[in-house]
């Protein structure tokens, strides 16, 4: 079936770092990809998302880009702050409605 | 972007009574539901998804007389933990979409639901 792999955190970066979270998926069929991220205590907000092949989600700094090739949709920034320290999830979204959920990766960012 | 509320956003109770957990869409119409639960540390494991006016459809190990779905309008969902034991103590969370295919789904802010 449908299934998401990300990298296992924590992670840990110092403040103006460059991030990358790698995931890669399993899918028939041609899903959207999404990354979701959730603060201490909060829920789920969408970060961003692509649609199809060779889209390019980008939000806050943050991007990343549907690679069919290689069934990646790593997230990136360039420059990491503290407020960015989270949970970060990527998600696979098919004909069924249903989101397949990687495991999160946490993302600590230090000054 | 899309507003979706839950209520409460925590809750604790004795062993033995129910639980009532409300998700509202505040500002689009959400003709599909979904509920999901997690644990510390982990993902979220998606329990059913409710379309209105239909019943839910719950994913499997997920008991349907435990875990009551309600979706009775297009901006109301509820999920009723019937006689809840510590071991459904967790983090409830819900998500709303629009009828549109395309269309994202907007989560809620989650309930911390803690059975003592």
């Known amino acids: 079936g449908d299934s998401v792999t990300q990298m296992e955190g924590p992670v840990t970066l110092s403040e103006e770092a460059f991030l990358t979270i790698n995931c890669t998926y399993t899918a028939t069929g041609y899903p959207s990809l999404f990354w979701y991220v959730q603060y201490p205590g909060e829920g789920l907000q969408l970060l961003l998302k692509a649609t199809k092949a060779d889209d390019k989600g980008s939000n806050k700094g943050f991007e990343a880009t549907y690679r069919k090739e290689t069934t990646s949709f790593h997230l990136e920034k360039g420059s990491v702050q503290v407020s960015d320290s989270a949970v970060y999830f990527c998600a696979l979204g098919g004909a069924t409605n249903k989101l397949i959920f990687g495991t999160g990766t946490l993302l600590a960012v230090q000054p | 972007g899309a507003v979706v509320s839950q209520h409460p956003s925590w809750v604790i109770c004795k062993s033995g009574t129910s639980v009532k957990i409300e998700c509202r869409s505040l500002?689009?119409?959400?003709?599909?539901m979904f509920w999901y639960r997690q644990f510390p540390k982990q993902s979220l494991m998606l329990m059913a998804t409710s379309n209105e006016g239909s019943k839910a459809t719950y994913e499997q190990g997920v008991e349907k007389d435990k875990f009551l779905i309600n979706h009775a309008s297009l901006t109301l969902s509820t999920l009723t933990v019937t006689s809840a034991h510590p071991e459904d103590s967790s983090f409830y969370i819900c998500?709303?979409?629009?009828?549109?295919?395309?269309?994202?789904?907007?989560f809620g802010p989650g309930t911390r639901l803690t059975v003592l």
């Open positions: 998500s709303a979409k629009g009828e549109r295919e395309e269309d994202t789904q907007y």
């Open positions: 500002d689009f119409q959400a003709t599909t």
